[in-house]
């Protein structure tokens, strides 16, 4: 049983990004908790194959976050289908991976392509403006609700680029993580201040929560780097973070907005 503060039965949520690795556990963590959970994203074969696994309770929705069309009919399902819109998960985004190939050429900054920018900037930061523009807008008129960005450990930090080095090439072609997520995940914390207060007076409550490493196979050679540098000295696992999700999204935070919840293994106090 959970605690009648976290219990969510009635309410509905929308998780943008919904069938990438951790867009799936946000989704369980909301329908633990008793909530109706609209899975989001643009992949629909995704999509279905995760409501599938999730049961039931867990909605399909078509989403381009891009989009200011789409996002506004994506409400409109919601709203027909349910009547209501309680959370908003922002959680679509571009996490180049610096093991890629075809990015270690483009992924400093001198080389690295505006048309990536654009892109990797339209969806994840554009596109949680967009949902927050129209969810939030809804919500902001009928009775107010709850809004999550998540960010990531690099909204408070900058990247340590020694992890992702390769022997014996050379400086100029060393891969590093890209620009843009750096500069999306911090600029996140600063819609989340944002929206805190203007819709502070509408019942709308927003807060960020920024994961840290999620271990997912990487490399013994990386994840050994990496968790060199955190003091609990392992990555997360993905389910790890469906009780800050839980907690952050239920009344059990009622009193919270505008805030960022860092959870990386302490490695932003070093």
Not at 50 to 58: K, P, S, V, Y
Not at 217 to 227: I, N
Not at 231 to 260: H, I, K, W
Request: with cysteine; charged share 20%.
């Amino acid at each position: 049983m959970i605690g009648s503060e976290f219990d969510l039965t009635g309410r509905v949520a929308v998780v943008t990004g919904g069938a990438g690795l951790l867009g799936r556990q946000h989704c369980r963590a909301l329908l633990d908790c008793g909530a109706k959970v609209y899975l989001a994203d643009i992949r629909m074969e995704l999509v279905r194959a995760a409501c599938n696994e999730l049961g039931e309770n867990c909605l399909p929705l078509e989403l381009d976050v891009t989009q200011s069309e789409c996002v506004e009919s994506a409400l409109g399902t919601v709203l027909s289908e349910q009547g209501r819109v309680d959370i908003l998960v922002n959680n679509a985004a571009i996490d180049p991976k610096v093991n890629d190939k075809c990015l270690v050429e483009t992924s400093r900054v001198e080389n690295f392509p505006i048309e990536q920018w654009d892109f990797q900037l339209d969806v994840g930061l554009k596109g949680a403006f967009l949902c927050s523009k129209f969810f939030g807008s809804w919500m902001a008129k009928n009775g107010g609700g709850c809004i999550l960005n998540i960010a990531s450990d690099l909204s408070v930090f900058a990247p340590d680029q020694r992890i992702y080095r390769r022997v014996g090439v050379p400086e100029e072609s060393q891969p590093v993580k890209p620009v843009t997520y750096s500069v999306i995940k911090t600029a996140l914390i600063g819609l989340t201040r944002y929206l805190a207060g203007y819709w502070a007076d509408k019942g709308i409550r927003v807060n960020a929560l920024s994961p840290g490493g999620v271990f997912t196979g990487q490399s013994e050679e990386f994840v050994t780097r990496l968790t060199n540098l955190i003091p609990l000295a392992r990555m997360a696992e993905p389910e790890e973070y469906r009780s800050a999700v839980q907690f952050l999204c239920s009344d059990a935070a009622r009193y919270m907005t505008g805030q960022n919840i860092v959870m990386d293994g302490g490695r932003s106090i070093l």
